[in-house]
């Protein structure tokens, strides 16, 4: 048996190849909003994530919102 595939192989004597299941990366609103749950504050994932704290009280609200099912408040998306 023939553990490789080759070229002009019948696709019914191929080896069956399981997939890795693929992983949704987060994005960083994602991230900044399950930090701030966790118990991190703002001024702190400020720093982590180098980006103002304005940035971060924005994309807290902006994930609560979606994970709510709400409009966002600022009427932009992400």
Do not use: C
């Amino acid at each position: 048996m023939n553990l490789v595939p080759y070229a002009g192989m019948e696709r019914w004597k191929q080896p069956l190849v399981k997939r890795a299941p693929t992983r949704r990366r987060r994005t960083r609103s994602q991230m900044a909003y399950d930090l701030f749950r966790l118990g991190n504050d703002t001024a702190d994932l400020a720093v982590r994530l180098d980006v103002q704290e304005a940035t971060i009280l924005r994309w807290i609200t902006y994930e609560r919102s979606r994970r709510l099912g709400l409009p966002h408040p600022y009427g932009e998306t992400l």
